[in-house]
């Protein structure tokens, strides 16, 4: 690590095969809290490359705990988190949401690291158990149209530097590489970036991967579509910069996507907006996210059957369904 952390106080970048190294050396546990540290902290003084990015995913890959659901065609709905607005937990009730609408949804998620509440605590503050078992996961999906994954219980080096993320408090490349990591291989994913360059990145690699992906960004620093400020979606059919005026809905306030100051205010925040009591900023944003998740696996559709089908799927209260029944499944 000494080594590796000299060549990039000297502004030189990793090799695909470096990178791969690191990450296969961490999960082993053989560097200290302090090396990776400084070695998580370099990435937010510059830009990751793509080489770095493929070698650290090819690492998780390759230390990854396989799964196999049955359910090649599910949809992985994450952010990359790190963009520091404590937004409520917009991902996760949009897949509770976007499973309403008969699509399955496999989410691969963890704890927040640098925002009050990840999806994992936001459903273990519901009472649900991680789990491993590949029966109780597929029972999940089969019956509820949701399995979740704690990456930590997939992904070895993931568990390895929670606690050194967990200290730190910022984002740092770990952001960047659970989105990439689902130990399914779903063939669909929704993937929310806190900036364009990831936006980039991610685009490149999951169309090598053979992934259909829409990468989103809002312009104004979010890694999922806000309605704060004009936002990015970029897939296979489509790459636009469109409005909320363009969904019909009105701009919404930062404030207005609060997460809460603890775990167990975001999970009020959440049932509320499941269960149609959110604001209608906290409701609009839910949907939009969902009607380009929709888009993602039945592209044929227009935006507006999309937004239609997320909405419906929302208000009729099937969403909240859909999330009462996976927390029995997994509790």
Do not use: W
């Not at 080594?3 to 502004?11: G, S, T, V």
């Amino acid at each position: 690590m000494k080594e590796i952390l000299n060549k990039m106080f000297e502004h030189q970048n990793l090799t695909r095969g470096e990178a791969r190294e690191v990450l296969l050396n961490t999960a082993a546990g053989r560097y200290n809290d302090a090396q990776l540290s400084a070695f998580m902290t370099v990435f937010l003084m510059r830009a990751i490359t793509l080489d770095e990015l493929a070698g650290f995913r090819d690492a998780l890959l390759e230390l990854r705990t396989p799964l196999d659901l049955g359910c090649p065609d599910a949809i992985d709905i994450v952010g990359t988190g790190g963009d520091g607005k404590n937004t409520f937990n917009i991902s996760t009730a949009t897949c509770f949401v976007v499973a309403a609408t008969g699509i399955p949804v496999v989410k691969h998620g963890n704890y927040g690291a640098s925002s009050v509440s990840g999806a994992s605590n936001v459903l273990e503050e519901h009472g649900v158990k991680f789990t491993a078992d590949s029966g109780r996961l597929r029972r999940s999906l089969e019956e509820s149209g949701v399995a979740y994954l704690h990456a930590p219980f997939f992904s070895p080096a993931l568990k390895t530097v929670a606690p050194v993320r967990k200290a730190l408090g910022v984002r740092n490349f770990f952001n960047m590489l659970g989105p990439m990591v689902n130990p399914t291989l779903p063939r669909y994913q929704l993937l929310g970036v806190y900036n364009l360059k990831l936006l980039r990145l991610y685009r490149y690699i999951t169309e090598r991967e053979g992934i259909d992906c829409t990468v989103i960004h809002s312009l104004d620093g979010y890694d999922e579509i806000s309605l704060t400020a004009p936002f990015k979606v970029a897939s296979k059919e489509r790459e636009a910069v469109l409005t909320p005026a363009d969904l019909g809905m009105e701009k919404a306030q930062p404030e207005e996507l609060s997460g809460g100051e603890t775990v167990k205010e975001a999970a009020k925040i959440f049932d509320n907006v499941l269960e149609g009591r959110g604001s209608e900023a906290q409701r609009n944003c839910v949907v939009a996210n969902a009607a380009f998740a929709i888009l993602t696996v039945r592209p044929e559709l227009t935006l507006a059957d999309a937004l239609g089908m997320a909405r419906e799927a929302l208000e009729s209260g099937r969403a909240s369904e859909v999330f009462r029944k996976f927390v029995t499944l997994n509790s």
